[in-house]
Every structure is written in structure tokens, then in C-alpha cells.
């Protein structure tokens, strides 16, 4: 009985190995990446429709006395444009964790 436990055990996993691969997976691919700069990508204006570039831009308010000198908020506006979709909603999360969000409509990525 002692050696059938550990036989099972290990038949049972080999088994299960694959579910739980694919959710792992679907999980990873799910996930915002967390480690992306606020300096990431590359400073521009709006391209060109057809391009292909992703370009992301965030306003929002901060309560930095280096930066508001003393006042209680100041408006901060970001544009970067990026190579991919996934490095871009990475930058948002950093900009969204970072600052206070303003207007909704000025927050976001597209791909151009």
C-alpha cells in the first residue's frame, strides 16, 4: 500500500500537469506587465492612421511639491508612442499607479 500511494500520486499529477499548464499560460497572457517605465517608449505626437504604432497617452494630477511648487495639484499630460500593445497598457499601469487620473477620455492606447 506504501508504494502504490506514491505511484498514484505521480500518475495523478502527470495527468494534471497539462491543465494546469494552460491556465497558467492563459493567466500570464491576461496580466498587465507590471515592469514597465514611465519613460518607456518614445516621446511623439499623434501618427499617422496606418502606421501601426501604438500610441498611448495619459493626463492626470499629482501632489509633487517638485513639481506643483508648493499647490496642492498639478495637471500632468503624457504621449509615448510604442512597438507593441503589451508595452504600452504597461505604461499606463505604471502612469495610473503613479499619478491621481484625470480625464478618462485622455487616458488610454491605440493603435494608429
Given at each position: 500500500m506504501k508504494r502504490i500511494t506514491p505511484?498514484?500520486?505521480f500518475g495523478l499529477a502527470v495527468l494534471?500537469?497539462?491543465s494546469l499548464l494552460s491556465a497558467d499560460i492563459s493567466q500570464a497572457q491576461a496580466a498587465v506587465r507590471k515592469n514597465?517605465?514611465?519613460?518607456?517608449?518614445e516621446?511623439?505626437?499623434a501618427?499617422?492612421?496606418?502606421?501601426?504604432i501604438v500610441f498611448g497617452r495619459y493626463s492626470g494630477t499629482t501632489d509633487n511639491p517638485m513639481i506643483s511648487f508648493?499647490?496642492?495639484?498639478?495637471?500632468v499630460s503624457f504621449q509615448r508612442?510604442?512597438?507593441s500593445m503589451d508595452e504600452c497598457q504597461g505604461w499606463l499601469y505604471t502612469m495610473r499607479s503613479?499619478?491621481?487620473d484625470g480625464n478618462s477620455v485622455l487616458i488610454g492606447c491605440k493603435r494608429r
Open positions: 505511484i498514484l500520486v494534471l500537469q497539462p514597465v517605465s514611465e519613460y518607456a517608449g516621446r511623439c505626437n501618427p499617422p492612421v496606418g502606421s501601426g508648493g499647490d496642492d495639484q498639478t495637471t508612442c510604442f512597438g503613479k499619478y491621481t
